[in-house]
C-alpha cells in the first residue's frame, strides 16, 4: 500500500498530476485529500479518504489527527507527500519518523516562487521554504517536475536521491481531432484570474488580423478577470476577432481544442512560472495541434525538435509572426502538431510517466 496526501482537492491541478501518477499503482493506493476548497470539490472514489470536508486553516489540527490515524490504520509501504504543505508535511514526518519507512516528496513547481509571483507576505515565503528544506531533509526520494527546480533550487546533498517527472497529459483523452470550423482559429485555454499574461496575445490578434484571413482567437476558460478582458477586447474594436467560452469543465477540453488551428501559451517570464511544468502545454501537444509558448522555464525543451515554435515572452509582434507562419504553411503546421504528438507518446503520456515513478517507489520500498 501507497498513500498519498494532497492539500488540494481533486479540482486543483497539483491534486490531478498526483492522481494520475498514482493509477500506476493500480489497488495498491490511498489518496487523502480535502472534499472541498477554493479550487473546486473532489468526486467519492473507493481510494480517496477525505480527512475534511472543506479545506480550512482553522481545522488544520483536525487534518494532522485524522490524517495520522489514515495512516497508522493503512500502515503504508510508503508515503508520497505533495507540496512543502502544512497540510502535508506534519503527518508524513510523524509517520517516517515513528516507522522509519521511506518519505517521498513531491514538490512539483517550486512554491516559494510562485507565492512571490501572488505577492504573498514575506514570511509565508520564508516558511515555505523552511518546509521545502524539511521535505528535502526527511525524504527518501524528491520528485521534481522542471530541470530548473533541480538546478537552481534544490541543493547539492540533496540531488542523489531525486527523480525527474513533469507533468503530462492523458493521450487516449487529448488526440488529433478536427471540428469544422470557418476560417483560422487561434486557441488559448486557462483561468483568467490574471490577464496580464494574456495581453500580449491580444496585441498579436491586433497585429495579425491584416496578416491572416478569417482569423479568429477562442479564449477558454474563465475567472475573475474575464469580464475586464472582454471589455479590454471591445474598447480596442477586436470583438469581432474573439470568442470567450466562459468557464469549460476539463473533461470538455479536448473537444473543444479540436477546433483550433493553433494553439498558444503565453507565459509571462515570472519567477514562478519559470520552475512550473505547466499541464497545458502538454495536453496541446497531445492533440496534435501546432503550438506556440513563450520562452520560459523548459519550454524550449519540451518542444524542442519541431515540435512546436518558442517566441520570446511579452512580445505581441513575435507572436503574431509564428500565427502567421503556421498559417501560411498548411504543410509544416501539419508537421509540427504530428511531432508534438508523437514527443508527448514518447515521453509526457502520463502512463509513461507513473510507471518511472512507480519504478522508483517500488525500489525504495523493497
Known sequence: ????????????????????????????????LPKTDKYGGSEDRDWFVFPLERKSFALLPLWWIRACATLFRLRPAAVVFLKPHLFTLPPALLW???TGRPLVFDCDEWDPATLVDNDEPAW?????????RKGF???????????????????????????????????????????????????????????????PL?????????KVPGLRCTVVGGGDRLEELK????????????????????????????????????????KGIRYQSNVKVFEYMACGKPVVASRVGELDKVLSGGAGLIVRPGDPEALANAIAAINADK????????????????????????????????????
Not at 3 to 24: D, K, M, N, Y
Request: no cysteine.
Open 331 to 366: 504543410a509544416a503546421a501539419e508537421a509540427m502538431g504530428a511531432k508534438a504528438r508523437d514527443k508527448v507518446m514518447d515521453e509526457y503520456d502520463w502512463r509513461v510517466l507513473g510507471k518511472r515513478f512507480k519504478e522508483r517507489i517500488d525500489n525504495i520500498t523493497r
Open 96 to 98: 517516517g519518523f515513528l
Open 231 to 270: 471589455s479590454i477586447v471591445a474598447k480596442r474594436g477586436l470583438a469581432p476577432y474573439f470568442t470567450f467560452t466562459g468557464m469549460v469543465g476539463h473533461d470538455r477540453l479536448p473537444e473543444i481544442l479540436k477546433a483550433a488551428d493553433v494553439l498558444i501559451a503565453p507565459f509571462e517570464d515570472l
Open 202 to 210: 491580444v496585441d498579436a490578434i491586433d497585429r495579425a488580423r491584416g
Open 137 to 199: 531533509d526527511a525524504a527518501t526520494l524528491i520528485v521534481y517536475g522542471n530541470h530548473l527546480t533541480l538546478e537552481e533550487k534544490i541543493p547539492e546533498e540533496y540531488r542523489k536521491k531525486t527523480l525527474y517527472v513533469p507533468n503530462g497529459a492523458d493521450t487516449g483523452v487529448f488526440k488529433p481531432g478536427s471540428d469544422a470550423h470557418d476560417g483560422f482559429n487561434v486557441m488559448y485555454a486557462g483561468m483568467l484570474f490574471k490577464i496580464k499574461h494574456i495581453m
Open 124 to 132: 509565508k515565503v520564508k516558511l515555505t521554504e523552511w518546509l521545502a
Open 1 to 32: 500500500m501507497i498513500v498519498f496526501i494532497s492539500p488540494f482537492s481533486q479540482a486543483g491541478a497539483s491534486t490531478s498530476r498526483l492522481i494520475h501518477l498514482a493509477e500506476a499503482f493500480g489497488p495498491g493506493k490511498m489518496l487523502l
